[in-house]
C-alpha cells in the first residue's frame, strides 16, 4: 500500500505537493480549488503589512520556441487586506481540515511578528513559513531576503517567532549566498522545526532591444526580479542537497525551485525534502498537473518498493560528495547503436568543437559516425545532444585500476590511470 | 522585360495546395529542426542549400539572414521552395524519417523565408565589377536565369534570349498552378532581372531569328539553356479532335490565359508520369467531375511521385491501369477515348477493349527535344536528344556551355537552377582564360 501522506517538520499534508507561497496561493477561492484538484497543501501568499504592486510584474524566458523555461517576477507580498485574508485562511481550513495551510509571513518589528503570528494560528494555519527570501522590493525596505543573507537577524527573528508560535515555523530561504548552509545553520540554531528552499534568484530576465529597457517593462524602466521556473532546478537541487548532506544540519526540507512534474519531486525527495512546493508551473499550466504529480509519484514509489515518502526522502544525499572524494579510476567511454542512429551528426559536431575530437565519420560510407575509444574521455557531451534516446550509451571499462580518488593520489600516493585525451 | 499576364487565367481557380506559414507555424517548426550535420538535407539537394543554417536563422527572427542563406545557393529559391519534389529531396532525407518523427517542412520553411524577402522587397546581390565580357543565354528558363545571375556576379554582361514573350520558362508555363501561378513566377523572373545587366530579348529564337554564328560575334561565351519541345503524340486516329491537347500545351494555356471548356464532366489523363500527375491534378482542380489517368503500366512502374498520386487520389483522381489508348471518337469534338487492356508485358489483350467518356484529354506521354536547332554545331555533341557536356555544363564547342532541361532530358527547376549556376562558375572561369 502506498502512502502518499507527509509530515514536514510537523506538518502533515495527504500528499508532499504543496503550492508554493506566491500568486497560485493568493485568495481562499483559489487555494480551495487546488485542494479539489489534489494539491496536498498550500503556503499562503506572504502576509505582512499590504504593499501595491507594479504593472507589468512577471518576465519568462523562452528557450528555442518552448515558453517560459525560466520566468522571474517583481511582484511582492499579498495587497489584500489582512483581516480579508485571515477570513478566507479559517473558512478553507475549516472545509479542508487534513489538508495543510501554512502561512507565510513577512514583517518588521517584534511586536508585528508577535501579533501576525497569533492572528495566523487564530485562523487556523497548520504552520508558518518565515518569507526571508524575497530578492525584490522588499529586501530594499529592510526584509525579505536583506533577512536571509544575514544569518544572524535570520536566527533571532526565527527565534522570536518560535516564541510566538504554536504550530511549526519553517523557515524559508534565500539562494542569493555564496553558501547556503550557515543560513540553514541560522534558522536552525533559532529553532526553526524546518527550512523551505530556494526561494528566487535574483535575475534580470531580459531586455527589450528595441526599446533598450530590460524586461520585465513597467512603462521606461524595470527592475530586477526573482528567478524560478523549471531552469532553476539545478540550483535548488544543489542548496536543498547541500544542507541535507550536512553533518550538524538536522531539521526537515521543504524543496523549492523549478519543479515541474513529479520526476523533479523525485529528486528533491531523494536529495533531501520532505515536501516539494510549486509555484511556476501551476502559474503556466494550472492547478490540473498535480494529477499527473500524485500518479507518477506513486507509480514511481510501487516500482521502487517505496511504501511512505519518509523511505525515500535523502535516498541519493549519500551519493552526493566532494570531488576530491570521487573515484579517478572509474572509466567509461561513449558507444553509438547503429541501429537506432538516425544520422545527424550532431555527436560529431560537438565532439569536434566542444569536446575531444574522438568522433569521426565513418569510413564504410554509411552516416553513423565511429568513436575512437582510446581517446574518448567519457564526457557525455555526445550523449547529450543525441536526439535519440538510449542510441548513445556510456559503457564502463575496465582498465585493471583499482578504485582510487584524488584525495588518496594525494595523501595516500595511490595510483591514478593515465590520463586521456591530454595531449 | 517580361510581357504582362491577363488577370483572369484558367489557373487563378486554384489555391495553393500546401499553403503558407503563419509567423507561429513557421517559428513551431523551425525549433522543431536539430541542426544536423553535414546534413542530408543538405546533401540532397541539387543547390546545396544550407538547410539548418536558413531554419536556425527562421528560428532566431534573423529572416534576412535566411533569406540570404536560400538565394546565396540557388537564386531561384523562393519557386523552389513552391516547386520543389521535397518529398524526394529534402524533406524525404530529414534525419526525423528514421525516428519515425514527421520530418521538417523543409519546402514550406523555404517558402516563408523567402516570401518574407520578396515582400520587404531585399536584395541581396550586387552586379560585379564590369568584365567586359558578354554571354549570351539561349532559353529564358530557370538554367539560364540562375546562370545569368551568377554571370553577373562576376561582372558579365548578359543576354537572354527567349522565344516566348515572357521568362521563367516551365516555372512561369508548366508549373501546376496549386503549387505556383504564373505572376509569381514572374515577379521572380522581375527580382532575379533586379541585379542589372540582362538584357532580355523576347520573341527571338535562336537559330531562327537569330544565328548561332551571329550569337557567337556578339558574346564571347553561349549558354544553352532551351527546355524540351511539344508534347509527344500518339498517332492515333481521332487525335485531332477539339478537347484533345498535349498536357504541356494544355498547362501554359490554362497558365497564361482563359481557356474555354464546353463540359466538365469528364477528363481523361494519358500517361503515368509527374506531367501527367499534375494535369490529373489539375483537371479536378478545373472542376471535372471525374478525372481519369490511363496509363500502360501500373502504380509501381509509374514514374510519377507517388506522394503526388496519393494526393490526386485523395482529390478524387482514378486510375485504368494497363490500358492503353488505341484512338479517339466524338462528332465535332472528342467524345469518347477507346482504349486496349495490357497484359503483364505490356501486349494487348484481344478482346478487352473499352471506352472512356471524355470531355477533355490531356496526353502526357513527353515531350521531344528542342534540339534540332543545335544540329550542325561542330563539336557540340547530343545523346538521346540531350545536349552531352562535361559535369560543370561545358560542351564540345569551345565557349558553348548548357544546363537545365535540354541537358538532363527534363528535370526539376532545382536541376536547371544548379546546373545553370554551375555552368556560370564555369563560363566565368573559362572568360578569365583558367579554362
Known amino acids: ?423 | 522585360m517580361a510581357a504582362k499576364l491577363p488577370a483572369e487565367r484558367s489557373e487563378t481557380v486554384f489555391s495553393d495546395f500546401k499553403g503558407e506559414y503563419t509567423r507561429e507555424q513557421a517559428l513551431a517548426e523551425a525549433n522543431r529542426c536539430l541542426f544536423c550535420h553535414d546534413a542530408p538535407c543538405i546533401q540532397v539537394c541539387p543547390t546545396e542549400i544550407n538547410i539548418p543554417q536558413f531554419i536556425r536563422k527562421i528560428a532566431t527572427d534573423n529572416l534576412k539572414g535566411s533569406a540570404r542563406t536560400i538565394f546565396d545557393s540557388n537564386i531561384l529559391g523562393m519557386s523552389c521552395a513552391r516547386v520543389c519534389p521535397v518529398e524526394v529531396l529534402c524533406v524525404g532525407d530529414c534525419v526525423y524519417n528514421e525516428m519515425g518523427v514527421p520530418p521538417i517542412q523543409i519546402g514550406k520553411l523555404q517558402r516563408y523565408a523567402t516570401d518574407h524577402a520578396f515582400d520587404k522587397g531585399w536584395r541581396f546581390f550586387e552586379a560585379g565589377p564590369d568584365s567586359g565580357k558578354s554571354v549570351a543565354l539561349v532559353g529564358g528558363g530557370p538554367a539560364s536565369l540562375a546562370a545569368a545571375h551568377e554571370l553577373r556576379r562576376h561582372g558579365h554582361a548578359c543576354t537572354i534570349y527567349e522565344m516566348r514573350d515572357v521568362l521563367g520558362g516551365l516555372n512561369t508555363t508548366g508549373v501546376a498552378p496549386y503549387k505556383m501561378k504564373a505572376d509569381r513566377s514572374v515577379e521572380e523572373v522581375e527580382w532575379i532581372l533586379g541585379i542589372g545587366g540582362i538584357e532580355v530579348k523576347t520573341g527571338v529564337q535562336v537559330g531562327k531569328d537569330i544565328s548561332f554564328l551571329e550569337l557567337e560575334k556578339k558574346h564571347q561565351a553561349v549558354f544553352l539553356g532551351v527546355g524540351l519541345g511539344p508534347d509527344t503524340r500518339l498517332k492515333l486516329p481521332g487525335e485531332d479532335l477539339p478537347g484533345i491537347y498535349g498536357a504541356v500545351d494544355f498547362i501554359e494555356k490554362m497558365k497564361l490565359e482563359r481557356i474555354a471548356l464546353s463540359s466538365k464532366k469528364r477528363c481523361v489523363v494519358i500517361g503515368g508520369g509527374n506531367t501527367a500527375l499534375d494535369a490529373v491534378r489539375e483537371g479536378i482542380g478545373l472542376g471535372f467531375e471525374h478525372t481519369t489517368m490511363l496509363y500502360r503500366g501500373t502504380e509501381a512502374h509509374m514514374s510519377g511521385y507517388l506522394h503526388e498520386w496519393r494526393a490526386a487520389q485523395h482529390e478524387g483522381a482514378r486510375a485504368e491501369w494497363r490500358a492503353l489508348p488505341i484512338g479517339f471518337e466524338g462528332s465535332g469534338k472528342v467524345e469518347r477515348v477507346k482504349a486496349i487492356r495490357l497484359d503483364e508485358n505490356k501486349k494487348p489483350i484481344a478482346g478487352t477493349e473499352f471506352t472512356l467518356d471524355a470531355d477533355l484529354v490531356l496526353v502526357a506521354i513527353g515531350q521531344s527535344k528542342l534540339v534540332e536547332l543545335l544540329h550542325g554545331l561542330e563539336g557540340l555533341k547530343l545523346e538521346s536528344g540531350k545536349i552531352v557536356t562535361e559535369a560543370n555544363g561545358r560542351t564540345g564547342r569551345k565557349g558553348y556551355f548548357a544546363g537545365g532541361d535540354g541537358r538532363n532530358g527534363g528535370k526539376e527547376v532545382v536541376n536547371a537552377a544548379a546546373e545553370g549556376k554551375a555552368a556560370a562558375l564555369a563560363i566565368h572561369a573559362y572568360l578569365q582564360g583558367g579554362a
Not at chain 1, 473558512?91 to 502561512?103: F, M, N, S, W
Not at chain 1, 527589450?208 to 524560478?228: A, H, K, M, T
Not at chain 1, 515536501?275 to 494529477?291: F, H
Open chain 1, 1 to 423: 500500500m502506498i502512502d502518499l501522506s507527509t509530515h514536514c517538520a510537523g506538518i502533515r499534508s495527504p500528499n508532499p505537493f504543496w503550492l508554493a507561497s506566491a500568486p497560485p496561493a493568493n485568495s481562499g477561492a483559489q487555494v480551495q480549488r487546488a485542494f479539489d484538484a489534489g494539491w496536498g497543501g498550500a503556503v499562503w501568499k506572504t502576509l505582512g503589512q499590504p504593499i501595491q504592486n507594479v504593472s507589468s510584474r512577471f518576465g519568462a524566458l523562452h528557450v528555442g520556441g518552448r515558453r517560459g523555461v525560466g520566468f522571474n517576477n517583481i511582484e511582492l507580498i499579498t495587497d489584500r487586506p489582512l483581516e480579508v485574508n485571515f477570513k478566507e485562511i479559517y473558512e478553507t481550513k475549516r472545509k479542508y481540515p487534513k489538508h495543510a495551510v501554512i502561512v507565510s509571513l513577512m514583517v518588521e518589528t517584534r511586536e508585528e511578528w508577535k501579533e501576525i503570528i497569533k492572528r495566523s494560528i487564530d485562523a487556523g494555519a497548520d504552520g508558518l513559513e518565515l518569507n526571508f527570501g524575497c530578492p525584490h522590493g522588499m529586501c530594499e525596505r529592510g526584509m525579505g531576503s536583506a533577512v536571509g543573507q544575514e544569518p544572524r537577524v535570520n536566527q533571532e527573528i526565527t527565534s522570536w517567532a518560535v516564541e510566538y508560535s504554536t504550530v511549526p515555523v519553517l523557515v524559508k530561504l534565500t539562494p542569493n549566498v555564496s553558501d547556503i548552509v550557515p543560513h540553514g545553520l541560522a534558522a536552525q540554531r533559532g529553532g526553526a522545526h524546518g527550512v523551505s528552499l530556494i526561494n528566487t534568484i535574483k535575475s534580470i530576465i531580459g531586455v527589450d532591444i528595441d526599446r533598450f529597457i530590460p524586461e520585465p517593462r513597467v512603462g521606461l524602466q524595470s527592475s530586477n526580479g526573482g528567478y524560478c521556473g523549471a531552469a532553476v532546478k539545478p540550483i535548488a537541487l544543489h542548496m536543498a542537497a547541500s544542507l541535507a548532506r550536512h553533518p550538524e544540519f538536522k531539521i526537515p526540507i521543504s524543496g523549492i525551485g523549478g519543479i515541474c512534474n513529479w520526476r523533479d519531486a523525485v529528486e528533491f525527495i531523494l536529495l533531501g525534502s520532505t515536501s516539494v512546493q510549486v509555484c511556476t508551473e501551476v502559474m503556466l499550466k494550472g492547478y490540473r498537473i498535480v494529477e499527473d504529480m500524485i500518479e507518477g509519484l506513486t507509480e514511481y514509489m510501487r516500482s521502487h518498493n517505496f511504501e511512505t515518502i519518509d523511505q525515500m526522502v535523502g535516498k541519493a544525499v549519500p551519493a552526493y560528495s566532494d570531488w576530491g572524494d570521487l573515484d579517478m579510476n572509474y572509466e567509461t567511454v561513449a558507444k553509438i547503436n547503429a541501429e537506432s542512429c538516425i544520422g545527424c551528426n550532431l555527436c560529431m559536431v560537438a565532439c569536434d568543437d566542444g569536446a575531444h575530437q574522438c568522433i569521426h565519420p565513418n569510413p564504410n560510407g554509411t552516416r553513423v559516425p565511429v568513436i575512437d575509444e582510446s581517446e574518448c574521455v567519457g564526457c557525455n557531451l555526445c550523449q547529450i545532444v543525441c536526439p535519440v534516446e538510449s542510441c548513445i550509451t556510456m559503457e564502463r571499462v575496465d582498465n585493471g585500476y583499482a578504485p582510487t580518488t584524488w584525495n588518496q593520489f594525494v595523501n595516500e600516493g595511490k595510483t591514478l590511470r593515465p590520463k586521456k585525451g591530454a595531449h
